[in-house]
């Protein structure tokens, strides 16, 4: 399943070091190559000697290693690899990497590289729930890493919780995951999700039921196939999916212009529920209860985005899909929709009141193409996901 690929491998400066010698033996069992990285810190839990003997290669150690630099310069070392691997990625090398320093050599790495990166952090529980490491992982997560772990369990330090770092065998299947040659391998897909929220005031929005759930499903399922995703997001209730690469946006005017930034890509799925109007001058102070009655708001359209992108000139996605939400005549306005639009397909959807479909877990969604309309059952959220990515990969061809 590994053979030939190749593997640069980090490992940070924490007991679960030990770990990552079993780690490379079975990546190289599996035939993949492995090229080791060792941190200062790393050095002090497993020898420099122990890593390259069973790398069966030399191992990396120092940015300034006149040796190392002429045999192999950084940038080119960040960029062999067809994953680099963090394990274990301790508290402080997650730091660096979500600062963006380069200080060393595995952080001049991690920030020169083009290829993705899956990190196993292993820390202290409490160190592991410091809310400054959380702020770590979810900037790293919407930078595009993923992560494998960890594992709740003993730790070596006598505390019980979540730190330990995922077992080798977890890290093999994971890396055999994100290496598996998926159907939509080298294809780009860009997916709009979640709500946008238009401001009032500093303190009030206009916002809608969207939780992002169904978004985020198709997403995931794209990614699943081997996709490099960009997923555009406004605030939503779910997480954004791992591994992909993450943009948070607020309104409807953020979310066009970073789908702008995101082109060009193969197809674009628009699944985000967009504000049609925004207050037209929302206020920088918040609004006040005053004698002279109520507020009065009054609105400006939003761009419409999926409008925007289907009727490009040049630079059009090869397949762009919309979402239509309805609560009447779904069939006909949905079809009526896929040509105002311009789209190629539309995924047409029932949003009343008793279906329990917006910030629910499942949908019942009718397909329409040119060709006319299919419904398909109702069925969980990562289900029609997964239908969608299926018939997105066909098209795509
Ligand atoms: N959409 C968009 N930008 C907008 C509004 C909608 O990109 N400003 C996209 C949505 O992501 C979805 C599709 O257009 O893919 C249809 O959204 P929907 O709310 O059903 O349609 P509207 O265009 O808002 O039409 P209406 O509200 O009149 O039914």
């Given amino acids: 399943m590994l053979a030939g690929k190749h593997i640069l491998l980090i490992i940070g400066g924490g007991i679960a070091a030990f770990k990552s010698l079993d780690l490379i033996r079975r990546l190289r069992e599996r035939g993949a190559v492995v090229t080791p990285v060792l941190t200062r810190a790393g050095e002090e839990f497993v020898t420099p000697l122990s890593v390259s003997a069973l790398a069966g290669n030399k191992v990396f150690r120092d940015l300034f290693d006149l040796g190392d630099e002429a045999e192999m310069g950084h940038i080119q070392l960040s960029r062999i690899a067809d994953l ?69 369990g003993d730790m070596a330090c006598g505390e019980f919780g979540p730190g330990r770092m995922s077992e080798p065998l977890e890290i093999v299947a994971e890396i055999e995951g994100r290496l598996a040659d998926g159907p939509l391998k080298g294809k780009r897909v860009l997916v ?38 960009v997923f555009v997001t406004g605030p939503a209730d779910v997480a954004p999916p791992d591994g992909v690469q993450v943009i ?75 979402f239509a939400a309805e609560t009447n005549d779904v069939i006909d306005n949905a079809t009526a929709k896929r040509e105002r639009k311009g789209c190629d397909w539309i995924v047409a959807n029932d949003v009343s009141t008793g279906t329990g479909i917006m910030g629910g877990s499942e949908n019942a969604v009718t397909l329409i193409t040119a060709d006319g309309s299919e419904d398909w059952p109702r069925m969980g959220k990562d289900a029609v996901a997964a239908k969608l990515a299926a018939r997105i990969t066909e098209a795509l061809g």
């Fill in 84 to 152: 680099v691997v963090v394990a274990p990625a301790t508290a402080d090398l997650m730091a660096k990497m979500a600062q963006g320093l380069a200080n060393d050599l595995a952080s001049t790495l991690l920030l020169a590289t083009d290829t993705p990166v899956l990190m196993a952090p292993a820390m202290n529980v409490r160190m592991w729930e410091h809310s400054a490491t959380q702020r770590n992982l979810g900037t790293l997560k919407s930078d595009g890493i993923s992560v494998v772990g960890p594992n709740d």
């Fill in 192 to 229: 709009t999700s979640g709500p946008t929220h238009e401001p009032i005031d500093p303190v009030r929005y206009i916002a809608n039921r969207s939780s992002g759930a169904q978004g985020t499903a198709i997403g995931r399922a794209l990614s699943a196939l081997g996709a490099d995703v």
């Fill in 248 to 322: 948070k946006v607020q309104t409807a005017q953020e979310m066009l212009e970073a789908v702008n930034g995101a082109l060009p890509v193969d197809a674009a799925v628009f699944a985000a529920a967009v504000a049609d109007w925004r207050v037209s001058s929302a206020s920088d102070r918040k609004l006040k209860k005053s004698n002279d009655g109520l507020p009065v708001l009054t609105f400006a359209e939003n761009p419409d985005i999926l409008k925007t992108v289907s009727q490009m000139k040049k630079g059009r996605p090869g397949l762009v899909v919309g």
